[in-house]
């Protein structure tokens, strides 16, 4: 299949090009070897035949990706998820990927454990297993006992590889830009973007004391629920190199069908944990995939790997519940303003056109009246897909939540056919579009308006006082714009004093708000509720007389 078109633009030599340029020929080596060095065509490598036309198959693809080590291997797995920039046939193969590659003796491993734990880490621990229970291109897992009789695993990172990760992404960097320039259309799929989120992904699974912070923080959201285990940390035995946890004795979810357990209850865990993370905390697993999640003798689902991260703030909760709330409307058109609203924009965009592929997706997605009708991670993510054809983007955190989801539901449907993940999800669903109308949401929400509002006045004074004295010594400078049409210089005003009235109105609704917290309903609420009405019923009065007849 041919999907790239040769380069044609000589970028100069490889010593202006790249910072490692022994690593960069290892690249080219490779990538030629398996029919793809269109992708260096163009610079001059030593000894490096280049080809003019792509020459790859998804399986050559693959075995490039594998041979070039961690970097290249997580960035294709990366790519497996992006069915927008890539043929199916190539999404496929690039979901074989696997992370495995020859064990280090545990020797040259010590010596790290050394620096980072001192001479006399080994005196907390029984015994260590020199063979690795695990191994992948950024750590060796190995297992071990402390002196308490605890069985604990060692994460140990590989020597020298955040080195390797650094010169292999400053390398991928390049061809990105090079394959931009060839491809200039492919900005629309924003690769920049995906490849920044990929570099972070990275660096964060190289410090293991942000791991160790997750697995804290994991196991202090989802102690109390039944069925549901995070490894232990053992902080005095971890760095930013070294990762010890409490070793969770189970096997991959994939696995569980054929040792006999009670698939009906191993779905309703799993899906009750991801959804709890997704919806309830917003501090959800990042890779949340089947090699991730273990099932222990007792049925209960244990959660590994915490070290890839998503987190959602109250406000974008407050998005996505509006969002999935319009759905169930069936608001087509408040779905397309609010997911308009929450996005990037890089440039101006055609309203208009971007609002009709909206609708037209969600009517694609909506099929009845109830939440357990609704498949959320397809029409999320199906949204995110068509609003990058009109250059919105959605914000990273919502596009990894999107893809939680949608792992979350592909895991359910391909190994836990007993239990449906739209049903299951609904409870969650409800409680995040109704958690919008509890009286404490507007009661926060009078809170944080009255706070603003306060900042505003303690800073009026000083504001005025410097304002007086720039006229007083003449450093206020006024610029001036002719409007053309005195109508439009009417209607702008009109704009700007309803502007300034909402403020005030919002700013008395939290007075009231703030009043009825401290003393309940009494002088202080009824004066802001009453105020702020009597704006807000201005308000509606000038728009009718302004905009009734149009």
């Known amino acids: 299949m041919k999907f790239v078109r040769p380069f044609v633009k000589t970028v100069g030599s490889l010593s202006e090009t790249v910072r490692d340029a022994n690593r960069f020929r290892e690249v ?89 734990l001192g001479e006399q880490w080994d005196s907390l621990v029984q015994s260590i297993e020199e063979n690795p229970l695990a191994t992948a291109s950024i750590a060796q897992v190995h297992r071990g006992v402390l002196m308490d009789g ?40 924003d690769p920049r973007g995906m490849f920044l989120e990929f570099e972070k992904a990275l660096s964060a699974e190289l410090d293991f004391v942000q791991e160790l912070k997750n697995l804290q923080r994991f196991n202090k959201s989802f102690y109390h629920m039944e069925g549901i ?92 519940a509006t969002l999935i709330y319009a759905l169930h409307r069936g608001d087509n058109k408040l779905i397309a303003k609010i997911f308009f609203e929450i996005s990037i924009k890089k440039e101006r965009i055609d309203y208009i056109a971007f609002e009709r592929d909206a609708v037209r997706v969600a009517e694609k997605h909506w099929s009845g009246d109830s939440f357990a009708d ?42 836990l056919p007993e239990v449906d993940p739209l049903k299951v999800a609904q409870p969650y669903v409800k409680k995040l579009v109704n958690a919008r109308w509890e009286p404490e949401h507007w009661t926060d929400l009078g809170t944080q308006n009255l706070l603003a509002f306060s900042s505003i006045l303690k800073r009026l004074p000083i504001s005025l006082s410097q304002l007086m004295d720039d006229v007083d010594y003449q450093r206020l400078q006024v610029t001036v714009q002719q409007v053309e049409q005195k109508k439009d210089q009417q209607a702008a005003m009109r704009r700007q004093g309803l502007l300034v009235l909402g403020l005030l109105a919002l700013g008395w609704l939290g007075f009231g708000i703030a009043g009825y917290m401290k003393e ?31």
């Not at 070039?68 to 190539?90: A, H, N």
């Not at 007792?298 to 890839?308: E, K, P």
């Not at 959320?376 to 939540?401: C, E, Q, S, W």
């Not at 002088?523 to 007849?549: A, E, K, N, P």
């Open 28 to 116: 080219a080596v490779v990538l030629a070897k398996h029919g793809l060095g269109v992708l260096v065509s163009g610079v001059d490598v030593p000894g490096v035949q280049t080809d003019t036309e792509f020459k790859g198959t998804p399986q050559r693809l693959v075995q490039a990706l594998q041979e070039l080590g961690p970097t290249f291997i997580k960035f294709g797995q990366i790519l497996s998820t992006r069915p927008d920039l890539l043929p199916q046939e190539y999404l496929v193969a690039l979901q074989q990927l696997q992370d495995d590659v020859e064990p280090l003796s545990f020797a040259s491993l010590q010596s790290t454990v050394q620096e980072d």
């Open 150 to 189: 605890r069985q604990v695993v060692f994460k140990i990172r590989r020597p020298k590889i955040d080195a390797i990760i650094e010169s292999d992404l400053h390398i991928l960097r390049f061809l990105l830009e090079r394959f931009l320039h060839e491809f200039p259309e492919m900005e629309l799929f």
């Open 229 to 320: 285990r995070f490894p232990d940390e053992i902080e005095e035995l971890s760095s930013k190199r070294v990762l010890c946890m409490e070793f969770l004795e189970g096997f991959p979810i994939r696995k569980a069908r054929e040792k006999g357990y009670d698939m009906e209850l191993i779905g309703e865990r799993y899906l009750s944990l991801a959804y709890t993370m997704l919806f309830d905390h917003g501090f959800f697993h990042g890779d949340l995939h089947p090699g991730n999640v273990l099932v222990l003798p007792d049925q209960s689902i244990g959660v590994i790997d915490c070290g890839m991260v998503g987190y959602l703030s109250r406000e974008m909760k407050e998005q996505l």
């Open 374 to 415: 609704m498949d959320i991670g397809a029409f999320l993510l199906d949204l995110t897909n068509n609003a990058l054809r009109h250059k919105v983007y959605a914000p990273t955190a919502f596009t990894m939540f999107f893809k939680a989801v949608l792992t979350t539901e592909g895991l359910a449907k391909s190994l």
């Open 520 to 550: 309940g309903v009494s002088l202080l609420f009824g004066l802001g509720l009453g105020i702020s009405m009597l704006l807000q019923f201005f308000i509606l009065v000038v728009l009718w007389r302004t905009y009734g007849d149009t």
